[in-house]
């Protein structure tokens, strides 16, 4: 049968309004930018009450959007932090560590953020640092750069001058981190085409009818980057002289390590002997404030970089539509009671920034002290994306928290520390509410690092080898960990801190008779929050030893 014209030209006219009408609901999609540092503190932000540190651009954000002052991280170390975030659970469920022997399954990272945003219908990138080992084969697997349409990063630490050590950066300008990483950035956001040849990527510029979002992950300030600053002449100026013409205080409650009279944990929980020589500088003032002037010059350039964003989202007229979630992977002792490193549940590891900026709803400015965690964060972005979150995430859709002001649900954060090997770190988790922490310790009878570190020597066996190789046996060893609290292991120490009146954690309240019901009570709901956490069936993860990739004929990458 013929069809009349007419009805022809009605036809390609409801086509195209479908057509339109289509590009049009994934255009007012938001896009969102996820920006993540690594080692930074809750106070290295002038929002946040740092009175030295720069950073006009993200205290913007903050001024604007939603400032969460009570957020914490659910594990304070780079790979288990990180995981956490892209699969919205606990480390308690998703079993992957530095010490764990495993890495994130192909199962697991299905469920992911960026595999379900993606499928969401959102064109999707990652620029800068990945900790995260994905497959059989970790990191050389190759699985998680293929779930993204645009990667510009290196595995593991890129450090300071990333063309050092990742030849995917050979092609940047620039030779320094976060300049390096702003280059990926706006390459990605760049809409009419790619400029990096060895960047891997599925399409040759952004389309522009589609949503995007864009994960931007630094390895600043953390102690590997600013302890490769070399104040080369090529260097920026920020990097070579900023904050060098003041003379930086000493942190709250800092103590050298020849003062230490009474250690804040004792010997046979925390081994201090034993820590990784790169917190080392903690140990004495000058060697302390020069690395927290590098952190603070790592902290303004990131900063700068956040206001470049904000003008190229403004140039291409995205900004409106552009939703930036900041925040990092955990905090860092710098000497405070004579602490260095991370890997605790206290509030200087586990208590981190989090800014929620949403320009859709034009100047909000507020600060909330709800209970959240960055396992909420994948949920809450696929919320926002119109995407459904999969029934694998523990964490929770914070959007009446951050556009209505409610409470979060939760009644207790949960931080753990399941990283406890020869650097000495005791097992300990902790839960908190708004006012209270109880944390619990576990035995800590691993090996000494300084012991295993003589014995290398001594027979000609490379240290690293010895320090960060994870063999077969460490998975059963680590596994025990996840459950052996649920099995009844009995806690060896526990501290009780009032945090609203105490909240730098020095009076550890578990003896006082009049915290004894407050006590009690933290102690019979510790478990219930712990099985939580924990979740049923055994973790989605897949071996990833050095003896594995011996198999495989893959060298195992762990740091």
């Not at 289509?22 to 999609?29: C, G, I, N």
């Not at 994948?378 to 029934?391: C, F, R, S």
């Not at 090997?421 to 839960?431: D, K, L, Q, V, W």
């Amino acid at each position: 049968m013929k069809i009349p014209t007419a009805l022809k030209l009605t036809g390609l006219l409801l086509a195209g309004i479908c057509c339109f009408n289509t590009a049009l609901a994934a255009q007012q999609k938001p896009n969102i930018v996820l920006i993540l540092t690594d080692d930074q503190p809750y106070g290295y932000l002038g929002v946040t009450g740092n009175k030295i540190v720069e950073t006009p651009n993200i205290d913007d954000l903050a001024e604007q959007g939603v400032l969460f002052t009570n957020a914490h991280v659910s594990s304070a170390i780079c790979t288990p932090s990180r995981i956490s975030l892209l699969l919205g659970q606990y480390e308690r469920r998703h079993g992957v560590n530095f010490n764990s022997g495993t890495a994130v399954s192909p199962e697991a990272w299905s469920n992911s953020y960026p595999v379900k945003i993606r499928e969401a219908g959102y064109y999707t990138g990652w620029v800068g640092k990945n900790h995260s080992p994905v497959g059989e084969q970790g990191y050389a697997t190759g699985l998680m750069e293929k779930s993204f349409d645009y990667w510009y990063a290196g595995n593991g630490h890129i450090y300071f001058y990333p063309k050092e050590k990742h030849p995917i950066f050979s092609e940047a300008e620039s030779d320094t981190q976060v300049e390096i990483v702003e280059e990926g950035m706006l390459d990605f956001l760049n809409s009419n085409e790619h400029k990096f040849d060895k960047a891997l990527k599925f399409l040759d510029r952004r389309p522009q009818n589609k949503p995007f979002m864009l994960s931007i992950n630094f390895n600043l300030p953390h102690g590997a980057g600013t302890s490769n600053m070399k104040m080369k002449p090529t260097d920026d100026e920020i990097y070579r002289t900023k904050y060098r013409d003041i003379d930086l205080p000493l942190p709250e409650n800092y103590i050298a390590k020849a003062d230490i009279k009474t250690p804040k944990l004792s010997t046979d929980l925390l081994r201090a002997e034993d820590r990784q020589a790169g917190y080392n500088y903690v140990d004495n003032p000058d060697e302390l404030k020069e690395r927290y002037t590098r952190q603070l010059q790592a902290m303004t350039g990131i900063d700068r970089l956040v206001g470049h964003l904000k003008e190229e989202l403004e140039r291409q007229g995205i900004a409106d539509n552009t939703v930036i979630i900041f925040t990092s992977d955990h905090g860092l002792f710098m000497g405070e009671q004579g602490l260095g490193g991370k890997a605790l549940c206290y509030e200087k590891t586990t208590h981190v920034p989090l800014i929620v900026y949403d320009p859709r709803e034009g100047k909000q400015g507020k600060k909330s002290q709800a209970l959240v965690q960055s396992i909420d964060i994948a949920p809450t972005m696929l919320k926002l994306a119109g995407a459904d979150v999969p029934n694998t995430m523990q964490g929770e859709d914070i959007r009446d928290v951050i556009y209505k002001g409610k409470t979060a649900e939760r009644e207790y954060v949960f931080t753990e520390n399941l990283w406890s090997t020869h650097f000495g770190n005791p097992r300990c988790e902790a839960i908190q509410d708004h006012q209270w922490k109880y944390i619990r310790y576990y035995e800590n009878n691993n090996m000494s690092a300084t012991q295993k570190i003589k014995l290398a020597r001594e027979m000609n066996i490379p240290v690293n080898k010895i320090l960060y190789g994870m063999h077969d046996n460490d998975i059963v060893v680590y596994r025990n960990y996840l459950d052996a609290g649920l099995k009844g292991e009995p806690a060896v120490y526990e501290e009780l801190y009032d945090l609203a009146n105490d909240p730098n954690e020095l009076n550890n309240l578990v003896s006082e008779s009049q915290h004894k019901t407050k006590l009690e009570k933290m102690r019979k709901d510790w478990l219930p929050v712990l099985k939580s956490a924990r979740g049923e069936g055994s973790p989605k993860v897949v071996r990833y030893t050095v003896d594995s990739q011996v198999e495989t004929g893959q060298q195992a990458k762990t740091h």
